[in-house]
């Protein structure tokens, strides 16, 4: 059973990740935290880790008021995220407690609470709802009336350490009736969640302007591309297990960096999978030493990710001070 100190991990880790919002408006410190529980969950379960669209599937009444200053009746769901290569549609109900009670559950109501949402789906009716919530509403009831098969799971989500009883005819019913599937997520879920998962790594370094190509597939997506030119010891030195020069972009002295180690949280869920001691890297090692020249011939690139990217220019330069934000390779 999750700790109350497992509670206070997951209401800081709430909170980081409401920064990540950069809400101009105040927001109280206990709202903070729970709207940032909902992107945290949302990232955890959908894996889909662009803000903006975490942010816009979440129909929340608190939410939708308190960041969008938008009036939004939720229906008894809090997000939407519709999975369109896997024709999954999952909707979520949030709990998020301001207080560790340790023997706290989801109850039976959560879920009934969701049946307002869901009924307007069933009956195909969408009067009287809210701009968010129809807009959700008729585009499930759209994907419900085309010839593939789709599926809807309901997520009862609270930081509580006692789950949803499954044993009761109640849910049982409402299972039957809706067609769904119900996953109950505790706090020892979530527990599992943030172990499984390294601490967010940041890295800094310099590149001139000239040396940066920028891509984005169109102006309303927060995700963005950057080319840019970068040398070996800039890469060792950002990549390296010593948070301080990982961050330390004027340094100097490469021989602090000689024998230092990769940090292997970066490899977490990365893009392409680490290849260790294959005859890939074998080739590539034998390409550096023979024939230096022809290295991006054969090995054009690294990809790198990042929840967040800043740049701003160096003080009587050209230069781009890059700040990398829990980043992966």
Known sequence: MASHNDYKIV???????????????????????RMGFYLFILE??????????????IIDTEFRSLIFNEKN??????????????????????KYRESFRPNASISTGNALDSSKFLMCIYNENTENLSETTKEYVEEIIRLFSSD??????????????????FNDPTIDKFKEFY?????????????????????????TFVTDTTSVMTYE????????????????????????????LRNDYNLQDLSE???????????YDNVRGYLGNTKFNENIMKTLDNAPSKFFMYNNGITITAKN??????MGTKNLIVKLMDFKL
């Open 44 to 57: 955890c379960i959908t894996n889909n880790k662009d803000i903006i669209e975490q942010k816009n599937c």
């Open 148 to 165: 593939d098969t789709w599926n809807i799971e309901l997520y009862l989500v609270s930081n509580e350490n006692i789950g949803l009883q």
């Open 257 to 267: 960096i000689k024998d230092k180690k990769i940090e292997l949280g970066i490899l």
């Open 179 to 203: 067609d769904l599937q119900i996953t109950s997520i505790t706090l020892d879920d979530i527990k599992s969640f943030i172990s499984d998962k390294p601490d967010d790594l940041s890295a």
């Open 217 to 244: 597939e169109n102006t309303f997506s927060s995700s963005k591309s950057y080319l840019v030119k970068m040398s070996v010891a800039n890469l060792v030195r950002i990549t390296c297990q010593s948070e301080v």
């Open 11 to 33: 209401a800081q880790k709430s909170k980081n990740y409401f920064k990540l919002l950069n809400v101009e408006n105040e927001i109280p410190e206990n709202q903070q935290a």
């Open 73 to 94: 009746n939720d229906e008894g769901v809090d997000a939407v995220y519709i999975d369109y290569e896997t024709n999954n549609i999952k909707l979520f109900n949030f």
């Open 309 to 314: 990217i800043t740049a701003k220019i160096q």
